[in-house]
């Protein structure tokens, strides 16, 4: 447990320090808490629950000092495209399902802690994190709509049907929901960019809660948030039958990853500016556990904030302390606020979420995407349209992921295969690329660099290229210089054989030099070398020239 090597290290002054930071997130995270449950379709209490239980025991798990768990938005709009196709949000089968949903999530996180699988996070490239984020935050926005102009829109619709129904009954806007809504998300706009040092959420939602009474909207259709009834979290059984498990598990595992994402994300951006080694592994023990203890006390999934983490890292936050100090503080806070939360309308809180989803679009990495990478934005651009396409927000993932891995998998197939010759300006090792600098080439033997892995999917590319040159009726031999060549599977050992055999059948040889040594272990343990002939492998290009040269001199004699 990771909290018995920082806790030795507290002092006053990091207590204290810890302390401020504490009460700086509680804080932000009032109105956050309230929003992201809405986005979810959960009573506003579950989400302050999640924002209570998940800093208090990520604090002994989590290898990051600075990651703040707790709802999210992008985790609260796919918990609501999973649950909302099995239950009607805001009922009561709704919130049994997200607090089964949370368990699942976190065992299946913990799994994944314990057999090691921390890496697994990089088969989610960070196109598909922006592009997904983008889309939930389009989405997001969209779905509040309804709030902010009081009008009726049906629920599980796609962002296209969103629009669709808001252009064909704009006559149902109600004026007085749509001004309140309105003037919440300009004033936190302009809190915003007055007075940054304040909570200009919570500011925004209280102008919004004064302007509605200001103009008695409510008696002119202006709905309210439902009161919170009960702040303190108790304890929870969670309904794991059988049929419950198998209805979430697959949700389970789309949520839970993408909680693991965002959580290693965020932590590892913090950690740059905080020089902390960060355990992918001890984070995904931390998150599972989280969900785990945090289900019984209902509480649903949650990740890594970015905004809460990043403020607590900005407050001088110096240990996971900071996270429960902000814990006590929202319950106390709560205690005095939550009956004034029967005054918060619905309009005033939309205004609110759909600012929430402008600021989740990371413009910045999108534009670097778009300039670097067609690929990539390819994969981004995909997720983010399937995210407002399909109702299943977990599906736009999916593509995602298998849309990078088929980019990468294209890309490797097809390595970059060198043909190289003397070259006397070179003065590192005396050879360059023969095409690219019209070099003449030796007219009995051939050195190909190949620069990729020899693994079934580039095996075909490679041997036509070998095909090609063994066509030209100069080249007798060929030396393969492996320098480049990072791995080699089984179908690779067979490709090599067989091409050795081929040019042996041709009148000439093939020849291999510079293995690295995860390479050369990997074919020593195998019959490669057996059959292959310790011979015809060099530890160098230099070695293998001077063997080639030499068999070519005694041939010729």
Not at 42 to 60: D, K, N, Q, S
Not at 179 to 202: D, E, H, N, Q
Not at 274 to 286: P, T
Not at 314 to 322: E, F, I, M
Request: proline letters at 4%; aromatic letters at 10%; glycine letters at 8%.
């Amino acid at each position: 447990m990771p909290i018995f090597e920082w806790l030795p290290n507290t002092t006053k002054k990091t207590l204290w320090a810890d302390i401020l930071a504490g009460l700086t997130g509680a804080v932000i995270v009032l109105p956050q808490g309230i929003a992201f449950a809405l986005i979810a379709g959960l009573p506003p209490e579950i989400g302050l629950y999640t924002a209570m239980i998940g800093p208090v025991i990520a604090a002994f798990f989590q290898s990051s000092y600075h990651i703040i768990s707790g709802p999210t938005t992008a985790i609260s709009i796919v918990v609501f495209g999973i649950l909302s196709q099995v239950a009607e949000p805001m009922s009561q089968q709704f919130v049994e399902y997200a607090i089964v949903l949370a368990f699942l999530a976190g065992v299946f996180q913990l799994l994944l802690g314990a057999l090691k699988m921390g890496k697994l996070v990089n088969f989610v490239s960070h196109a598909v994190v922006i592009g997904f984020t983008a889309g939930a935050a389009v989405l997001i926005a969209a779905k509040q709509l309804k709030n902010v102009f009081g009008m009726p829109v049906p629920r599980g619709i796609t962002f296209f049907e969103i629009l669709q129904y808001l252009g064909l009954h704009l006559s149902q806007i109600n004026g007085y929901a749509a001004l309140v809504g309105i003037a919440t998300l300009v004033s936190a706009v302009l809190f915003r960019k007055l007075i940054p040092k304040l909570p200009y959420m919570l500011l925004a939602m209280i102008f919004g809660t004064l302007l509605n009474i200001w103009i008695d909207g409510t008696a002119h259709g202006v709905q309210l948030i439902d009161k919170i009834e009960a702040v303190i979290p108790v304890f929870h059984l969670p309904a794991l039958t059988i049929g419950n498990i198998r209805l979430l598990s697959a949700g389970a595992v789309t949520v839970g990853l993408l909680s693991l994402i965002q959580t290693i994300s965020i932590a590892r951006a913090i950690a740059v500016h905080s020089h902390q080694r960060i355990d992918a592994n001890q984070e995904f023990i931390g998150q599972g556990i989280t969900h785990i203890i945090g289900s019984f006390f209902r509480c649903y999934v949650g990740a890594g904030s970015f905004t809460r983490s990043g403020v607590n890292f900005q407050a001088g936050a110096k240990s996971p302390l900071s996270g429960i100090f902000a814990s006590a503080f929202l319950l106390a806070i709560l205690l005095f606020i939550a009956p004034w939360t029967a005054y918060l309308p619905t309009p005033a809180m939309g205004g609110i979420i759909v600012l929430v989803g402008y600021n989740l679009i990371d413009f910045v990495h999108i534009k670097k995407i778009i300039k670097a990478s067609r690929t990539e934005t390819i994969v981004m651009l995909t997720t983010f349209v399937t995210t407002l396409l399909f109702r299943q927000l977990d599906f736009a993932i999916y593509i995602g992921v298998v849309l990078a891995l088929i980019f990468y998998l294209m890309r490797t197939s097809t390595p970059r295969i060198v043909t190289l010759a003397k070259d006397k300006s070179n003065k590192t090792d005396g050879y360059s690329n023969a095409h690219l600098y019209d070099l003449v080439e030796h007219p009995l033997y051939r050195i190909v660099r190949i620069d990729g892995s020899i693994y079934f999917g580039a095996v075909d590319y490679i041997a036509e290229n070998l095909f090609d040159l063994s066509m030209e009726e100069a080249p007798k031999y060929v030396i393969l210089d492996l320098k480049g060549v990072n791995f080699v599977d089984v179908s690779g050992i067979e490709f090599l054989l067989h091409e050795h055999k081929r040019w042996i059948e041709l009148g000439g040889d093939l020849f291999l030099c510079n293995l690295k040594k995860p390479v050369r272990d990997f074919l020593k343990k195998s019959s490669f070398v057996q059959e292959y002939g310790m011979e015809n492998i060099f530890k160098n290009r230099a070695e293998a020239i001077e063997y080639v040269e030499d068999k070519l001199k005694n041939h010729a004699l």
